[in-house]
């Protein structure tokens, strides 16, 4: 039987007593805990099929997390051993995994509901547990039957999670009699978390009616006071303010403000039923500012189950520390990517079909999640560089990686696409094998064929959202931004990190601007994301930039400095060692 190989975490990576409640904000916690629980995903094959389970063992002298200061990277070594031995975890070494309880419905179709909420958390790769609120006969056609679970024994489930696995998050779904509110309102407050995340569940989509209209003074009264989200279709939310009718974006906006004055700390007014609409539009109110988060409209009739499934996302989100904006957005990315992954499945006879939830795992699942510390040496290639120098692209980024480079992006402007897309697979296999991420320039279509982590795009390619949509919310995308303007679309559109400058004068791009440090460091100072500097550095001037001193300049792109020399392995050496003394 394969068992896994993590070495044991340093004090600093860990907090000393990982059994205690609450959410570390330590990054290195996080990430170790996501990459602890994506071993379980990868190694117990998926929690999905309850056999064969393999046991993962996260004692010392089991375990191999290889930690190497900028870039972190997990090498999972599967063993073919028939002798398991059994865990004896200490508990300085246990690793608490982000977990959401949901409380909610099952659905038989398994679309929407409790079984949505498993799927969702499992693809966005956090523990799930459950608290079962009613059991409904339900399909593609609709919704058959519908048994309550008795009060008293929904109040035994959420003793049993509560009390015992400490979630991070609840999140609610149906919630079909005043009592059971009551019930869970008084069990969050014996046992709080860290975030309550309700999904007004009122109507199926198909018509049938979940929880009536009496529960909705409780709901009001109750519940939302006590939420750090709340999360209404249109027709929820219209219920949940007396039945007004919300046609335009204006009056989602309306209802976001109206339902926020209820009591709960942020609304979205989900608008994938908003009439006459191009786009999937929803309405995120926080008592202050309105953000729109927009998408396109997938065209297909497997929608049953989106709303729980953006619910389930957020929380997932919120368990792995993230916050609420930020929750909010990647759960929007990921929806319109599972929509857009199932828009052509056909399961059941009836008019709406479900979402595949998995479409993560159909990819490749060894695939680690952006590091903001990736950016800190990013080798950027040049082939009239590498032609003159006479090497070719993988000897160049073989040498980047073993010099240094944190972070690869394939720029290659004047390769046929064969050529590239051969080039960016043979680099792939080398970025995989030292856990460093490859990004390929501009060609969106390259990047998808090689499976290379993701792309960078420049103001006048295509845009981010866009570039989004099509790369799923897993990939990595930089833009490049030489305004704080920029710099906010950038975000808006689901970029991971911008790339700013040319801070310096370069000859590797034609007519670009030059915006010195004080554009750079204005740009840093407006961006909600990690950005990189790029543009003439080298050992020369890597100082001065990374001596602005702001927190989110995580890293310098280099060209010249790097491949248009003789030796790059020992110009990224070089340049390595000057960097970790201008960060120090
Ligand atoms: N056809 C679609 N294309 C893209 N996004 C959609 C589509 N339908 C719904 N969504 C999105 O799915 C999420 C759930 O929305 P909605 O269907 O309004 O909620 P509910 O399932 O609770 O009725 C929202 O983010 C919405 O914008
Ligand atoms: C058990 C249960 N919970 C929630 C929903 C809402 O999902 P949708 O609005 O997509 O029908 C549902 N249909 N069934
Ligand atoms: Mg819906």
Not at 71 to 78: E, M, N, S, T, V
Not at 377 to 402: H, Q
Not at 438 to 443: A, E, P, S, V, W
């Amino acid at each position: 039987m394969p068992k896994i190989k993590i070495r044991k975490m340093k004090s600093h990576e860990i907090r000393p007593n990982t059994r205690t409640r609450g959410l570390s904000t330590s990054k290195s916690f996080f990430r170790l805990s996501r990459m602890a629980y994506f071993c379980t995903q990868v190694l117990s094959t998926s929690f999905f099929t309850p056999k064969p389970q393999i046991p993962v063992l996260l004692n010392p002298g089991v375990a191999c997390i290889k930690s190497f200061h900028q870039y972190r990277f997990l090498h999972i070594k599967a063993m073919q051993d028939d002798k398991v031995s059994t865990p004896t975890p200490s508990d300085e070494c246990m690793v608490r995994v982000p977990h959401v309880l949901t409380v909610a419905g099952s659905d038989s179709g398994a679309g929407a509901g409790i079984q949505a909420d498993l799927k969702a958390c499992a693809a966005r790769g956090v523990y799930c547990s459950t608290v079962i609120t009613a059991v409904t006969a339900q399909n593609t056609v609709g919704v058959q039957g519908v048994n309550i679970v008795p009060e008293d024994f929904v109040a035994e489930q959420l003793r049993s999670v509560l009390s015992d696995m400490h979630p991070d998050v609840v999140k609610t779904g149906m919630l079909p009699s005043i009592g059971i509110v009551k019930t869970l309102c008084q069990s969050l407050k014996e046992f709080p978390v860290q975030a309550l995340v309700v999904d007004p569940v009122m109507v199926s989509t198909s018509g049938h009616t979940l929880a009536g209209p009496s529960i909705l003074d409780s709901f009001r009264e109750e519940l939302l006071p006590m939420a750090d989200i709340v999360t209404p279709n249109l027709k929820e939310a219209s219920a949940l303010l007396g039945g007004v009718p919300l046609e335009t974006i204006a009056d989602m906006r309306y209802a976001a403000k109206a339902i926020h004055d209820i009591g709960p700390r942020n609304v979205l007014v989900k608008g994938g039923d908003l009439p006459a609409s191009v786009d999937a539009v929803d309405v995120f109110y926080d008592g202050k500012d309105f953000y729109e988060f927009r998408s396109s409209r997938i065209m297909t009739p497997n929608t049953h189950g989106t709303g729980c499934t953006l619910a389930s996302s957020v929380a997932a989100e919120l368990a792995k520390g993230s916050q609420m904006l930020s929750a909010v957005k990647v759960a929007k990315h990921y929806i319109e990517a599972a929509l857009s992954y199932s828009k052509n499945i056909a399961i059941g006879g009836g008019r709406q079909g479900p979402v595949d939830h998995l479409l993560k795992l159909k990819s490749n699942v060894q695939r680690r999640s952006f590091d903001p510390c990736d950016l800190f040496l990013y080798a950027v290639t040049d082939s009239r560089m590498n032609k003159r120098w006479g090497r070719s692209i993988v000897d160049a980024v073989k040498a980047a990686i073993e010099g240094g480079a944190t972070i690869i992006q394939l720029r290659e402007k004047e390769v046929e696409t064969s050529d590239f897309l051969e080039a960016a697979k043979a680099c792939l296999k080398i970025c995989r094998v030292h856990g460093v991420p490859l990004l390929i320039n501009d060609r969106i279509d390259v990047a998808l064929a090689s499976d290379a982590d993701g792309v960078h795009i420049g103001q006048s390619d295509m845009p981010a959202h866009v570039a989004r949509a099509l790369l799923g919310p897993d990939k990595i995308i930089g833009v490049s931004c030489k305004t704080p303007e920029h710099a906010l679309q950038a975000w808006i559109d689901g970029a991971d990190y911008i790339g700013s400058g040319g801070v310096y004068p370069t000859n590797t791009k034609e007519n670009n601007k030059t915006i010195g440090l004080d554009g750079l460091k204005t740009v840093c100072l407006s961006s909600k994301l990690p950005v990189v500097a790029i543009g003439g550095i080298g050992i020369s001037n890597v100082q001065a930039v990374m001596g602005l001193g702001v927190p989110n300049l995580k890293g310098v792109a280099v060209v010249s400095a790097l491949f248009d020399r003789e030796c790059v392995l020992t110009e990224t050496r070089k340049l390595l060692e000057v960097l970790k003394e201008s960060t120090k």
